[in-house]
């Protein structure tokens, strides 16, 4: 099991970047995929969550209203859309396999990509 994150950057705030995960080496459509990030010094938080039919979402507060996750099951993906960026939004941005448990805890995800890293400056 694969998970290849990218398309991370530094934007100005206020601007936007679309993050791409693409899964390989399961069926992809059996799982939900989640996003998480990790600030320097910081614990890793979660940001969103979907379903593996894409149906249900979920969003960390700091997340609603200015990201969006979609997926598209035909390619293996699963996007982080992330809108009117913020500073505070600077963190390496990490998409995960849900398997069980909590869908914002870590322990609740089995295989982890790389991580893309945004900068977002002020």
């Known amino acids: 099991v694969q998970l290849q994150a990218s398309g991370g950057g530094m934007v100005q705030a206020g601007g936007s970047l679309r993050l791409s995960c693409v899964a390989s080496?399961?069926?992809?459509?059996?799982?939900?995929v989640g996003w998480f990030r990790q600030a320097p010094g910081k614990e890793r938080e979660f940001v969103a969550v979907?379903?593996?039919?894409?149906?249900?979402?979920h969003y960390a507060d700091s997340a609603k209203g200015r990201f969006t996750i979609s997926r598209d099951n035909a390619k293996n993906t699963v996007y982080l859309q992330m809108n009117s960026l913020k500073p505070e939004d600077t963190a390496v941005y990490y998409c995960?396999?849900?398997?069980?448990?909590?869908?914002?805890?870590?322990?609740?995800?089995?295989?982890w990509g790389q991580g893309t890293l945004v900068t977002v400056s002020s």
């Open positions: 995960a396999r849900k398997y069980g448990g909590s869908w914002s805890e870590t322990l609740g995800y089995d295989y």
């Open positions: 080496g399961h069926t992809f459509s059996n799982y939900g």
């Open positions: 979907i379903s593996w039919s894409g149906g249900i979402t």
